[in-house]
C-alpha cells in the first residue's frame, strides 16, 4: 500500500507539473499535437538556437536537428559522405565536394554551393579546428551550383576531420543569407535542409521547443551510425520540455508522462535501473572533461600568478564527489587531452589529481599581489552536471585566501554572460564551469579551451604565442611520436599559464521508456532521427 500511495503520488505530481506545463503553452498556441511525438527532457533549456554562435551543447543538439553537414563521423571514427561526397587530387592540394541530389531547404529552396561556402566560412571564423583549417586553405568556392572547390597552401592532414567532426562546434550548413551573418551575431531565422524543422511559433524558452519532421529530407541509404547514415524520421514530432527539477522529470518518466531524459541525477539512477519499464544507459561512452575557465582579461586572473594560486587549490576528487558520487561513472584524470588516448600525459597535473597543493596556493597567493578582488564565479543551479563544480572550487578558493563572489544563476546566462568582455560591473565575470565531450578536446587542435588566441578565441581569451606556434608543428608533425611530444610541450605550458583547470572525467547516462526504440549512441548525443515510438 506505501507503495502503491508513493507512486501515484510521483504519478500525481508529475501530472500536475504537465497539466499546467500545457496550460501555459496553450496559451501561446492553439496547434495540438498530431501523430506520434516524442516528449524529451534535455540536460538544458534552450534560448539561444544558432549553433555557431556558441559551443553550449544543447544549441549543438538543435542544429542537429534543423541543420545537416557536408559530411560526417560514424561509429568506426570513419569520415564519410552526408549532404556531399568528395575526392582529393594527387597532391593533396584540392578538395572537391560535390552536392547529392535533391536536397532542400526548409522553404523549399535548392541547397546551392553558394551556401554550403557561406557556411562553412562562417564556422570557420569561430571554430578551433576550423580556424587552424583556413591557415591553410587558399581559397574557397563554389565552382558550379552543386560543386565546392577547396583549394590548400600546403597538404593538410585535418581537412575531412574538421568538417565532419560530430561535436561542438559543427560545421552544419545554412542558406547563404543566413551564413553571410557575422559569427559572433545570431541569425534571425531558422531554416536548414537537416530531418526536422523547427517551430518557431511554439518556442517559448523556459518552457520547449517543438520540432517537426521534415517531409521533404530524404535520407542517405546507409544505416544511422553516430551522426553519420541514413536520419530516418520515424516519428511526427519531438518536444524538449523545461523540467529543472530532476526529482519531477523522474516522476515523469515514471508515470509516461513524457518518454526520455537526456540527465537524470546521478543519486537517482538506481531508482530508474529498478523500474521495469525504464532503459539505462549511457549513450556518449567516450564521456566527458569538465573543467573551470578563468577570464585572462579582468583582474584578479590577468596575473599568471594568481591563476597559478587559483590552481593549486583545486581537488579533481572533491569535485568529482560531490558532481558524481559514484566513481563507476568519474575518473580522476590530469590530461588536457583525455586519458587512454594516444596524447594523454600526467605532466603538470601533480597537485590536481593528488589534491595537495592547497598549502602551496595560500603562499603562493600570498606572493601574487592579489588585492583582495572577488572572484565573480557563475553558478548554475539547472543542470545536473554543472551544478557541484563552481560550489566546490569556490569553497576551495576561499580556503586559499581569495575572496568569492559566488553568482547563482542558470546555464543558459551563464551561456549568454561568458561571451561578454565587459568589467564586472558591466556583466562581466571571473570563472565558469563547463563540459567538454571527450572527443571534442582529445587532440591540441579539436581542444578549443586550449586555443591561445586571446580576443579571437573561446571565451576567457587566453593569448599565448607560444601554444600556437606548438600547435602549428603539431598539425605539420610527421610522426605520431613526434604529435605525443608536442602534445606534451602544449600540455606543460597549459598548467603554467593556467589556460584553463580540467578537473576530471565523467560518464552520464540517460533513461528513457521502453517504449522508445532506436536510440542512437556517440558523442554528440541524443538524436532524435531513428528513435521510435510504439503507442
Avoid at 4 to 31: G, M, Y
Avoid at 138 to 148: G, L, M, Q, V, W
Avoid at 264 to 291: C, H, R, S, W
Avoid at 418 to 446: H, L
Wanted: charged letters at 25%; proline letters at 5%.
Amino acid at each position: 500500500m506505501i507503495n502503491f500511495t508513493r507512486r501515484r503520488h510521483r504519478s500525481l505530481v508529475s501530472k500536475l507539473a504537465l497539466s499546467i506545463l500545457a496550460l501555459s503553452t496553450a496559451l501561446a498556441t492553439p496547434v495540438l499535437a498530431a501523430g506520434k511525438t516524442i516528449t524529451a527532457v534535455m540536460h538544458s533549456d534552450l534560448r539561444i538556437i544558432d549553433p555557431i554562435f556558441t559551443t553550449a551543447y544543447i544549441t549543438r543538439d538543435h542544429g542537429y536537428m534543423v541543420y545537416d553537414t557536408l559530411i560526417s563521423t560514424d561509429s568506426n571514427f570513419k569520415i564519410q559522405p552526408q549532404m556531399a561526397d568528395w575526392k582529393i587530387s594527387d597532391d593533396k592540394l584540392t578538395y572537391t565536394f560535390t552536392l547529392r541530389d535533391g536536397l532542400k531547404w526548409h522553404d523549399g529552396a535548392p541547397v546551392t554551393a553558394e551556401d554550403c561556402v557561406a557556411s562553412l566560412k562562417r564556422w570557420a571564423a569561430v571554430d578551433g579546428m576550423g580556424q587552424k583549417l583556413m591557415d591553410f586553405t587558399a581559397s574557397i568556392e563554389a565552382t558550379d551550383p552543386k560543386t565546392i572547390t577547396l583549394k590548400l597552401k600546403e597538404p593538410y592532414g585535418l581537412v575531412l576531420d574538421s568538417i565532419g567532426k560530430p561535436s561542438s562546434r559543427v560545421a552544419f550548413m545554412m542558406p547563404k543569407r543566413l551564413a553571410e551573418t557575422p559569427a559572433d551575431k545570431q541569425i534571425p531565422e531558422q531554416v536548414g535542409s537537416g530531418p526536422f524543422k523547427f517551430v518557431q511559433g511554439e518556442f517559448q524558452p523556459g518552457v520547449k521547443a517543438v520540432y517537426v519532421k521534415n517531409t521533404d529530407y530524404v535520407p542517405r541509404k546507409e544505416p544511422s551510425s553516430w551522426t553519420a547514415g541514413g536520419k530516418v524520421v520515424k516519428v511526427d514530432r519531438v518536444e524538449w520540455i523545461t523540467m529543472p527539477d530532476s526529482q519531477t522529470a523522474v516522476n515523469a518518466l515514471q508515470s509516461g508522462d513524457i518518454d526520455f531524459i537526456e540527465n537524470p541525477a546521478f543519486d537517482l539512477i538506481p531508482v530508474l535501473e529498478a523500474d521495469k519499464n525504464l532503459k539505462v544507459e549511457v549513450l556518449n561512452k567516450f564521456g566527458f572533461q569538465t573543467l573551470g575557465r578563468m577570464n585572462f582579461l579582468l583582474p584578479p586572473f590577468d596575473n599568471v600568478k594568481v591563476r597559478r594560486a587559483a590552481l593549486l587549490a583545486m581537488n579533481q576528487k572533491d569535485v568529482l564527489d560531490a558532481l558524481i558520487g559514484n566513481p563507476k561513472y568519474y575518473k580522476v584524470c590530469g590530461a588536457f587531452f583525455i586519458c587512454d588516448t594516444p596524447f594523454a600525459t600526467d605532466v603538470g597535473s601533480e597537485t590536481l589529481v593528488k589534491g595537495n597543493g592547497m598549502a602551496e596556493a595560500k603562499k603562493a597567493l600570498a606572493e601574487s599581489g592579489y588585492d583582495g578582488t572577488p572572484i565573480v564565479i557563475m553558478a548554475p543551479g539547472d543542470v545536473v552536471t554543472l551544478k557541484a563544480q563552481p560550489i566546490v572550487a569556490a569553497q576551495a578558493l576561499r580556503d586559499a585566501g581569495f575572496k568569492v563572489d559566488l553568482q547563482a544563476t542558470d546555464w543558459q546566462t551563464v551561456v549568454s554572460r561568458r561571451a561578454s568582455q565587459k568589467p564586472v560591473k558591466e556583466g562581466g565575470w571571473n570563472m565558469f564551469f563547463t563540459n567538454w565531450v571527450s572527443a571534442d578536446v582529445s587532440n591540441p587542435i579539436a581542444n578549443l579551451s586550449i586555443s591561445g588566441l586571446g580576443k579571437k578565441g573561446w571565451f576567457g581569451w587566453a593569448e599565448n604565442a607560444k601554444i600556437e606556434e606548438l600547435k602549428d608543428k603539431f598539425v605539420r608533425a610527421a610522426s605520431l611520436d613526434e604529435q605525443k611530444k608536442i602534445a606534451a610541450e602544449i600540455q606543460k605550458e597549459a598548467y603554467d599559464q593556467v589556460i584553463y583547470v580540467p578537473l576530471g572525467q565523467y560518464q552520464a547516462a540517460s533513461a528513457w521508456r521502453k517504449s522508445i526504440t532506436g536510440v542512437i549512441d556517440g558523442p554528440a548525443t541524443p538524436v532524435f532521427w531513428n528513435m521510435d515510438k510504439s503507442e
